[in-house]
C-alpha cells in the first residue's frame, strides 16, 4: 500500500492579541484555527482545541504584553495541549519576546528570567521559535531547537526611506543599540552617531555625551522597543541641545508603559515609529505615534518554515544580531 503524506499548516492565537493573528492567517489565505480559551474565577486558565490537530504543522501566536505573566502561561498551555493532541511540528510564534531584557546577571542574586522563559518553551513542548528583534541576541543560545531570529528594521528603514529627503543622522540611544543603528545605517546610506547614558537605577536613563555629528541635521533614534519612554524623551532633548533640526524615533516594539505616551507627547519627538508586535490601542492620548503592521513578515516566514524553505533569504541574510 503506497503511503501518502498531506502537510496540514494550522495558525492558532491565544487572547493577548488575536487581531494579529487572524491578521498573519489572512496573509496566508486562511482562518485562524478553533480554540476555547477561558479563565475560571480562581485565575487558572483553560485550553481545548475544537478541531483535530493530529499530524499537523502548528503555529501558535500570542506576544507578550500586560497582563505578560498571564499570557505566557496561556502560550505555554496551549502548546502543550497540541504536543498531547499528537501535533506534528508545534512552533511558538511570538512577536515581542518577554523577560528578554534580564538575559544575564548583573547583580548577585538575580534570576536570568529570559532562559527561565526558553526552558519553559522548551519543556512544554514547542519544536520552534518565531520572534522578532530579540533585546540581547544570545538569547537564541537558551535553545536547543531552531529560532527564527526575524527582524523589523527593512520595515522601518524602508519607511524613513521613503518619508524623509533631508540630511539624515541614525543615532543609537546607546552602546547596546550600535549594532542596530549600522543596520539602519548601512540601509540607508547616511551617517549614525552614538548616544552614551548611564542607568542610576531600572527605567531611568542619563545622556551624558553625543558621539558623531547631529548638528543641523534629522536625527533618527532607533531601538529595538520603547518602554517607558525616557531612554528616547532624554536622548532627543539632548539631540536638540546638539543642534539636531528634528528629532523621530523608530522602534520595533511599542511597550508605552506608565505614563510613556505623555512623556512622548510633551517631548521634542516629532513622531515615533514602532511596529505592531505587541497590541497599542487607537485611542492613545497622542498623534504622534505611527504604527506599521509586521504581520506579512511573519506570514512570510511561517510559509518559508511550513514549506521547509530559507528564512535568511527573506531578509537578504540580515535578520541576525
Do not use: W
Not at 131 to 156: C, E, R, S
Not at 280 to 302: E, G, H, M, R
Amino acid at each position: 500500500m503506497k503511503e501518502i503524506t498531506r502537510k496540514k499548516l494550522m495558525i492558532f492565537a491565544g487572547r493577548s492579541y488575536p487581531e494579529l493573528g487572524r491578521e498573519i492567517a489572512g496573509h496566508l489565505g486562511l482562518s485562524l484555527g478553533e480554540v476555547e480559551l477561558k479563565t475560571f474565577s480562581n485565575g487558572e486558565l483553560y485550553v481545548r482545541y475544537e478541531e483535530s490537530v493530529r499530524g499537523a504543522d502548528a503555529f501558535v501566536v500570542q506576544t507578550c504584553c500586560n497582563p505578560i505573566n498571564a499570557n505566557i502561561m496561556e502560550l505555554l498551555l496551549m502548546i502543550d495541549a497540541l504536543k498531547r493532541a499528537s501535533a506534528k511540528r508545534i512552533s511558538a510564534v511570538i512577536p515581542y519576546y518577554g523577560y528578554s531584557r534580564q538575559d544575564k546577571k548583573t547583580l548577585a542574586r538575580e534570576p536570568i528570567s529570559a532562559k527561565l522563559i526558553a526552558d519553559l518553551l522548551t519543556v512544554a513542548g514547542a519544536d520552534r521559535i518565531l520572534t522578532m528583534d530579540l533585546h540581547a541576541g544570545q538569547i537564541q543560545g537558551f535553545f536547543n531547537g531552531p529560532v527564527d531570529h526575524l527582524t523589523a528594521v527593512p520595515l522601518l528603514a524602508s519607511h524613513i526611506s521613503r518619508k524623509f529627503m533631508g540630511d539624515l543622522v541614525i543615532v543609537s540611544p546607546d552602546a547596546g543599540r550600535v549594532k542596530m543603528a549600522k543596520k539602519y545605517s548601512d540601509y540607508l546610506s547616511v551617517p549614525m552617531a552614538i548616544l552614551h547614558k548611564r542607568r542610576p537605577s531600572h527605567n531611568v536613563a542619563e545622556v551624558l555625551h553625543v558621539i558623531g555629528e547631529v548638528e543641523g541635521k534629522i536625527a533618527i533614534l532607533v531601538d529595538d522597543m520603547i518602554d517607558t519612554g525616557g531612554t528616547m524623551v532624554n536622548s532627543a532633548k539632548a539631540l536638540k541641545e546638539y543642534g539636531a533640526e528634528e528629532v523621530y524615533a523608530c522602534a520595533t516594539h511599542g511597550i508605552f508603559s506608565g505614563d510613556a505616551l505623555k512623556k512622548i507627547d510633551d517631548s521634542p519627538i516629532q513622531q515615533v515609529v514602532v511596529t505592531n508586535t505587541i497590541p497599542i490601542p487607537k485611542d492613545i492620548p497622542t498623534s504622534k505615534v505611527q504604527i506599521l503592521s509586521i504581520a506579512p513578515t511573519f506570514a512570510n516566514t511561517i510559509a518559508s518554515v511550513f514549506k521547509d524553505e530559507s528564512v535568511s533569504e527573506l531578509f537578504g541574510g540580515n535578520n541576525q544580531p
